[in-house]
Antibody
Framework: QLQLVESGGGVVQAGKSLRLSCAASGFTFSDFGMFWVRQAPGKELEWVALISYDGIKEFYADSVKGRFTISRDNSRNTLHLQMDSLRPDDTAVYYC????????????WGQGTLVTVSS | SFDLTQPPSVSVSPGQTARITCSGDALSKQYAHWYQQRPGQAPILIIYKDTERPSGIPERFSGSSSGTTVTLTISGVQAEDEADYYCQSADGFNTYVFGTGTKVTVL
């Protein structure tokens, strides 16, 4: 059964860093692009980053470009999001999600991990 | 970047049909996908590539596309369909956007 489990969330002060992880199982992780998506409290979904199946290509939303870094370890079936220079408006639930095999859709999602940035 | 606009809310009685639109210039060239998000839960993909339904998604969910607008239709709405619904697309340059979201209320 396909499973994505996020970890690493918590409360952090503005300007500090945090690293999120997503453990994947139940599918061939190295075959699929992977996403991070976030959702601020009471707000809509916001795409954060995408990494290609082989980790060579990375793409970011303008709101996080230069501050966040997406990476993956295909030998350990793990996705990461390094978040630096955090701001209060980065407060959100962060989801990892798997890319659909034939479309730019996100076909499986984790349950999310909450990041709270205090000022 | 680009925008995808949805109505904030749709109300429907059980057994009736709900239609949720998503509008944006990019939709004339790019596929749209739809997600259901129940309170406190992660989103679930319910329609991809405008009209395709993943396995396990009930047939009452369907999608259509015309020009710069895509539509999610829920036929024979059930109480369990009460949720937030989001459209999503990409601009062809690996920039992804979600719609503003629509809250479906089952009366």
């Amino acid at each position: 059964q396909l499973q994505l489990v996020e970890s690493g969330g918590g409360v952090v002060q503005a300007g500090k860093s945090l690293r999120l992880s997503c453990a994947a199982s139940g599918f061939t992780f190295s075959d699929f692009g992977m996403f991070w998506v976030r959702q601020a409290p009471g707000k809509e979904l916001e795409w954060v980053a995408l990494i290609s199946y082989d980790g060579i290509k990375e793409f970011y939303a303008d709101s996080v470009k230069g501050r966040f870094t997406i990476s993956r370890d295909n030998s350990r079936n793990t996705l990461h999001l390094q978040m630096d220079s955090l701001r209060p408006d980065d407060t959100a639930v962060y989801y990892c999600a798997k890319q659909h095999s034939s479309a730019g859709a996100l076909d499986h999602w984790g349950q999310g991990t909450l990041v709270t940035v205090s000022s | 970047s680009f925008d995808l606009t949805q109505p904030p809310s749709v109300s429907v009685s059980p057994g009736q049909t709900a239609r949720i639109t998503c509008s944006g210039d990019a939709l004339s060239k790019q596929y749209a996908h739809w997600y259901q998000q129940r309170p406190g839960q992660a989103p679930i993909l319910i329609i991809y590539k405008d009209t395709e339904r993943p396995s396990g998604i009930p047939e009452r969910f369907s999608g259509s596309s015309s020009g710069t607008t895509v539509t999610l239709t829920i036929s024979g709405v059930q109480a369990e369909d009460e949720a937030d619904y989001y459209c999503q697309s990409a601009d062809g340059f690996n920039t992804y956007v979600f719609g503003t979201g629509t809250k479906v209320t089952v009366l």
